[in-house]
């Protein structure tokens, strides 16, 4: 399988832009704290664990670690046998090893998290039925106060750390290997 050129990197303003080939995504922490996935238009990447690029699979461990944690704490704290729970019916579906979050002034965006065989899908897509002409942009806020989804919330919180410190830490590397070559280069042997 040919590598499709996975990168993570440092967006403009507390973000973290996740890239393959070329579908793209990113998750923005604002001001008021509120976690929110942005795509340009729907998008769905797969985050592969068994990828030979070391970010896409350090990036599967971190969506990995989100959805074990959402996951077990819904199991241990029984609101999967609750008839009554307040999260949304459509929150976490266990059968099919999804997580699936919507805009809560918009019900038409989503961000929805799949547990596959070769690594979690993340998918952003718009209701079609609902999309105008002009605004293609997807956004969906995970808020940090007064959430539908409760202490859910913190989960994302620690994902957009973990994004973060891991892209940054890449583009840090990519910049000190590129200086090093750089110096490398002048310093061979077999240049003139």
């Known amino acids: 399988m ?18 393959k080939g070329n579908i793209s995504f990113s998750v923005e922490k604002e001001s008021d704290g509120d976690i929110w996935f942005h795509a340009l238009d729907d998008t769905e990447l797969l985050i592969s664990y068994s990828s030979r690029n070391c970010i896409e699979w350090q990036c599967f461990a971190v969506f990995e670690q989100l959805m074990k944690s959402i996951f077990g704490k819904f199991v241990l704290d029984g609101e999967f046998n609750l008839e009554y729970n307040r999260l949304p019916k459509d ?26 065989d070769d690594g979690i899908i993340v998918s952003i897509f718009r209701i079609k039925n609902n999309k ?20 859910y ?28 070559n750089t110096i490398c280069q002048r310093l061979s042997l077999f240049r003139k």
């Not at 040919?2 to 890239?19: A, H, P, T, W, Y």
């Not at 099919?96 to 596959?116: A, F, G, M, R």
């Not at 989960?155 to 000190?176: G, M, P, Q, S, Y």
Request: hydrophobic share 35%; with cysteine.
């Open 2 to 19: 040919m590598d499709e050129g996975f990168n993570l990197k440092c967006g403009i303003l507390n973000s973290v832009v996740v890239e």
């Open 91 to 116: 929150f976490i579906d266990i059968e099919n090893k999804t997580i699936t979050l919507h805009l809560d002034s918009n019900l038409n965006d989503y961000l929805q998290l799949t547990y596959v």
């Open 132 to 151: 105008t002409k002009n605004d293609n942009s997807i956004r969906v806020r995970i808020r940090t106060n007064g959430s539908e989804y409760r202490q």
């Open 153 to 180: 919330y913190k989960e994302f919180e620690k994902l957009f750390v973990e994004l973060l410190k891991l892209a940054t830490r890449h583009n840090t590397d990519e910049v000190i290997n590129k200086n090093n």
